[in-house]
């Protein structure tokens, strides 16, 4: 009988701490009830104590969610683990994580703790934190490039302690495949009470081997939870990729031999709500994922995929979410075939309200659009969950003229505070002159880091969709914009992103 294995997502914690990923309660939520539809096992909802805003959307998960368990992470002191235990409290099954780390190099220099204080933090935190909630998993951060003996004391005496899970991350991305499985393998076989926990994987994709590495880890090291996010969005390289490591688990069942219980059927889906959120944009060749991943260019596959698809495809296309693009509203659908496709697509409006001005938003695209796609619907989506939350500065209107030859114009009306304002301004194109025109008006000074362009569904007729990514004081944001005006989308990619640098609060670093 083969075993589980564990999928355990990251996405809203650790994929969050990437700069500029940062989602609002909203965003986090609906981001959740896709995770709960593709059936992962754990939704790590973020870090209780780092903000009021993570603690909130936190609260929100674990009240919304019901098959899912909802955990929260949260350093080893007792605030922190105050903050998780209420933020979880309330979910169908709610789980603590907890970590300190372990590596000579973060308690000497980051924590300023000897080996000794370092395993009486653990051990005190995971019998507090035992006091509030039955699922426990404890993490040995930097455990990779920890001394080897003092990591098996720290784990034996919190699985003493009431911890359930293990987890053993490679915080750094430092870990080769081979070399980290049998780490796991050794520690498992070290650890006199290594039967009474779960043991679980965490990799950092620094070298690129984030997947090989977790795999690793399950196949050598016996690990049975795997700690990953959705298109391995994370800090710096990323995490491990959740699609990836399913899906590789799932088409080599001959050789894992475990049952994992993701309906991948609901990845795309859950790939498509990251990056438009996020602004994180996949890029084409990501496996699983990217827009070429199952497009069988070269005319040797082609004839070979007509003959016989299991000459090239290892995964039918279908299997992951993928299906020719569906025309799925139009023009004449009503408010009611709106509102339905809106819940089968897991956004769930609060009030009336918000329902009536998103449609209000659907017409006028589908005035513009004759095919309107369940990723235009997203994008509408997040654009009006951008205008509820962060309304300093709204967009109204635009326009620009240019020509070859000529420099370009562009004249932009916005709001600011409610306040309807105008500003004309040049630029070396559109984009540049409309992007300036807002910033006569709003005078941010901000960096911008990085513009990119993506056609939502493919053909001309498709909405751009503009990341915006700003940085300033130290603080790192992403505005997304959609509109089948990509000058348009530019400017309310850039509203977006001002929004965010007005109103995000400051966060506590979860390994600072
Ligand atoms: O990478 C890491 O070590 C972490 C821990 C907090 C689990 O994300
Ligand atoms: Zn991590």
Redesign the pocket.
């Known amino acids: 009988m083969s075993d589980k294995l564990i999928i355990f997502d990251?996405t809203l914690r650790?994929g969050e701490q990437s700069p500029g990923a940062s989602m609002t309660r909203d965003e986090k939520l609906r981001i959740a009830r896709q995770l709960e539809r593709l059936k992962v096992d754990v939704i790590e909802a973020g870090f209780a104590a780092s903000s009021n805003g993570d603690f909130e959307a936190i609260k929100a998960i674990a009240h919304a969610i019901k098959d899912s368990t909802v955990c929260s992470?949260s350093r080893a002191n007792d605030r922190d683990i105050t903050l998780a235990a209420d933020a979880v409290q309330g979910a169908n099954r709610a789980r603590i994580?907890t970590?300190i780390a372990t590596s000579p190099v973060h308690m000497e220099k980051k924590l300023r703790m000897t080996p000794e204080q370092v395993l009486e933090q653990a051990k005190q935190a995971v019998r507090f934190a035992r006091n509030r909630v039955a699922d426990i998993e404890f993490?040995a951060?930097?455990a990779y490039r920890s001394e080897e003996d003092f990591l098996c004391r720290v784990i034996e005496a919190v699985i003493k302690e009431g911890a359930t899970t293990i987890?053993v991350?490679d915080?750094v991305g430092y870990a080769i495949p081979e070399l980290y499985g049998n780490f796991i393998k050794r520690l498992r076989e070290r650890v006199p009470n290594s039967d009474q926990a779960i043991w679980s994987v965490?990799c950092?994709n620094d070298l690129g081997m984030a997947v090989a590495n977790s795999l690793a880890g399950v196949k050598i090291g016996g690990a049975r939870q795997v700690?990953c996010t959705i298109n391995g969005l994370g800090e710096r390289a990323g995490n491990c990729s959740l699609e990836e490591v399913v899906m590789a688990v799932r088409t080599r069942r001959d050789y894992f031999d475990l049952d994992v219980g993701i309906d991948t059927t609901q990845i795309l889906a859950a790939s498509r709500m990251v990056s438009q959120t996020t602004g994180f944009v996949v890029q084409p060749n990501k496996a699983i994922v990217g827009a070429n991943a199952f497009a069988h260019a070269s005319g040797i596959h082609q004839d070979g995929m007509m003959k016989a698809r299991d000459t090239y495809e290892i995964m039918r296309a279908e299997d992951v979410g993928w299906t020719a693009n569906k025309i799925v509203l139009g023009k004449l659908s009503g408010r009611n075939a709106f509102k339905q496709r809106l819940a089968e697509l897991g956004v769930l409006m609060e009030s009336e309200v918000d329902v009536n001005l998103t449609f209000a938003k659907f017409k006028e695209l589908a005035d513009r659009k004759s095919e309107i796609f369940d990723e235009d619907i997203l994008a509408l989506v997040s654009e009006e969950n951008v205008a509820q939350s962060h309304d300093q500065f709204g967009f109204v209107s635009l326009s620009q003229h240019s020509e070859t030859g000529e420099m370009p114009q562009a004249t932009v009306v916005m709001t600011i505070g409610g306040k309807e304002v105008t500003a004309t301004a040049n630029g070396n194109g559109p984009v540049d002159a409309s992007l300036k025109a807002i910033e006569a008006n709003v005078k941010s000074g901000a960096e911008m880091v990085l513009y990119s362009v993506n056609a939502i569904s493919g053909s001309t007729e498709s909405q751009g969709e503009v990341t915006v990514r700003l940085q300033s004081n130290g603080r790192i944001v992403n505005g997304v914009g959609a509109d089948p005006d990509i000058v348009v989308a530019s400017a309310k990619a850039y509203l977006s992103a001002l929004n965010k640098l007005q109103s995000q609060a400051e966060r506590v670093a979860?390994?600072g």
Request: hydrophobic share 20%.
């Open positions: 990251t650790d992470l994580h970590f993490s951060e930097d987890n991350p915080t965490h950092h700690e979860a390994q």
